[in-house]
T-cell receptor, first 113, second 116 residues
Framework: GESVGLHLPTLSVQEGDNSIINCAYS??????FIWYKQESGKGPQFIID?????DKRQGQRVTVLLNKTVKHLSLQIAATQPGDSAVYFC????????????FGQGTRLTINP | DTEVTQTPKHLVMGMTNKKSLKCEQH?????MYWYKQKAKKPPELMFV???????INESVPSRFSPECPNSSLLNLHLHALQPEDSALYLC???????????????FGDGTRLSIL
């Protein structure tokens, strides 16, 4: 499953499928980007980050892609599990250094059994 | 379990009360942050502290008063709040904030504040 555009707040996928969550960021000067996962009643949890001199970074079951030309960021989650259900936020650092993060509106990911 | 600890988890207060939110981290981070998060919205930055000094104030009303007594602790003092201030208040920390040292911010689980 894939979310498209900044304003689609929800994404439902079948357990075991891959998910793609998209994010359009606002500032062409942003140099650092982070994906966070927020479960109900919890604070945002760091998933993966990427610097502007990279276009791809992989973690455990997650991959972040950065396209600076169109100011687009995506998070790919492989083989989704029920525990992946949460709201996912992209965040851009607009000042340099981990100083001022601006968060996207978020996408709620629901995993169907 | 988060390495940033916030207390209390829930707080209900009247508009004339004075209360404080507390945040503690023991990761040796030198930058700490306060965010406000309304329901179904992303976190919004309020304050940034670097080496115990206020670095950024995002035009937050003076009824919110931050304090950083040492490198591990961050407080948010509340006075004469309004009902619209009801929200989840999140604390975060990161290693430092100088250019070229991008590091992720790590969040606590927040204090859910309700103003009556």
């Amino acid at each position: 499953g894939e979310s498209v555009g900044l304003h689609l707040p929800t994404l439902s996928v079948q357990e075991g499928d891959n998910s793609i969550i998209n994010c359009a960021y606002s500032n062409s000067a942003s140099d650092y980007f982070i994906w966070y996962k927020q479960e109900s009643g919890k604070g945002p949890q760091f998933i993966i980050d990427i610097r502007s001199n990279m276009d791809k970074r992989q973690g455990q079951r997650v991959t972040v892609l950065l396209n600076k030309t169109v100011k687009h960021l995506s998070l790919q989650i492989a083989a989704t599990q029920p525990g992946d259900s949460a709201v996912y936020f992209c965040a851009e650092n607009i000042l340099g250094g981990a100083q001022k993060l601006v968060f996207g509106q978020g996408t709620r990911l629901t995993i169907n059994p | 379990d988060t390495e940033v600890t916030q207390t209390p988890k829930h707080l209900v207060m009247g508009m004339t009360n004075k209360k404080s939110l507390k945040c503690e981290q023991h990761m040796g981070h030198r930058a700490m942050y306060w965010y406000k998060q309304k329901a179904k919205k992303p976190p919004e930055l309020m304050f940034v502290y670097s080496y115990e000094k206020l670095s950024i104030n995002e035009s937050v009303p003076s009824r919110f008063s931050p304090e950083c007594p040492n490198s591990s602790l961050l407080n948010l003092h509340l006075h004469a709040l309004q009902p619209e201030d009801s929200a989840l208040y999140l604390c975060a920390s990161s290693q430092e904030i100088y250019r070229g040292t991008n590091q992720p911010q790590h969040f606590g689980d927040g204090t859910r504040l309700s103003i009556l």
